[in-house]
């Protein structure tokens, strides 16, 4: 009961916020659940012995974020980060600590700087690239528990199954064919259903590839701020993955131009 109130509470605030929030407001709040993600990134690190990225970390993702889209900005983030690694006091942390900054700056930051440039166009379509994996995950939760029997991936997350995988999918599309047939009706309901598969079936990776760090750490959350979904992390793991392959997919079907 504790996960299905936390997530209507978080669907309600956060679909205002992205819809109807003015945009000072919506960065802020993007800020700040980028920061608290990379700080429980910051744990899962330091479960896995490697030392913690400092706040060169959060510094990073903020420009990362505000900065306008350059690669040079990456490549430079990189530099910065192999040189901060000169003060690891054994040597053999150097490149781990080097690796695992960059990797929670852009794994994260990036995602929302690509959710920005989402809203921008239409703050629907964020609205959908997130919406659709709170739709899916609720869907595979009671899907799994109910028809569940063969484990998805037993070593990684024992209580995901292949039924509730594919009834994550089947919901996702219904929901997004027919949220972009009223949002978005240029779009044709082949694309519809790629897009709503593709994000889906990312944000169902984005949840496993949390899930690999944090269990390589000996962790089951990322942290303990909701009640029932564990940390901020585990609450947007999978819109970390969608929220890219949507917009990639966007840029693709000419929909942004």
Not at 194 to 206: D, E, H, K, P, R
């Amino acid at each position: 009961m504790k996960r299905i109130l936390t997530g209507a509470v978080l669907a309600v605030v956060f679909t205002w916020i992205i819809t109807g929030a003015p945009y000072w407001l919506f960065l802020v709040v993007l800020l700040a659940v980028g920061c608290f993600c990379y700080y429980e990134f910051t744990g899962i690190v330091a479960a896995h012995g490697i030392q913690r990225p400092g706040p060169i970390g959060y510094a990073a993702g903020i420009v990362l974020v505000m900065a306008p889209p350059d690669i040079a900005i990456v490549t430079i983030m990189t530099l910065v980060f192999l040189a901060m690694a000169l003060r690891v006091p054994d040597l053999r942390g150097a490149l781990p600590y080097a690796a695992v900054t960059l990797l929670g700056v852009v794994y994260i930051f990036g995602a929302w700087r690509l959710a920005i440039a989402i809203r921008l166009i239409d703050p629907a379509w964020l609205l959908f690239a997130l919406a659709i994996n709170w739709l899916g995950d609720t869907a595979a939760y009671y899907t799994g528990r109910t028809l569940g029997r063969h484990r998805l991936a037993p070593v990684i997350s024992p209580g995901k199954t292949w039924e509730g995988s594919i009834g994550s999918v089947a919901a996702s599309v219904l929901f997004g064919v027919l949220y972009l047939r009223h949002f978005a009706p240029s779009v044709g309901t082949v694309e519809a259903v790629l897009l709503s598969a593709a994000a889906n079936v990312a944000g169902q990776c984005g949840d496993l590839a949390e899930s690999v760090l944090k269990r390589g750490g000996g962790l089951k959350d990322s942290g303990t701020i909701l009640p029932g979904h564990g940390g901020a992390l585990d609450r947007v793991d999978s819109s970390l993955f969608s929220v890219p392959v949507v917009y990639v997919l966007m840029v693709q079907l000419g929909i942004c131009q």
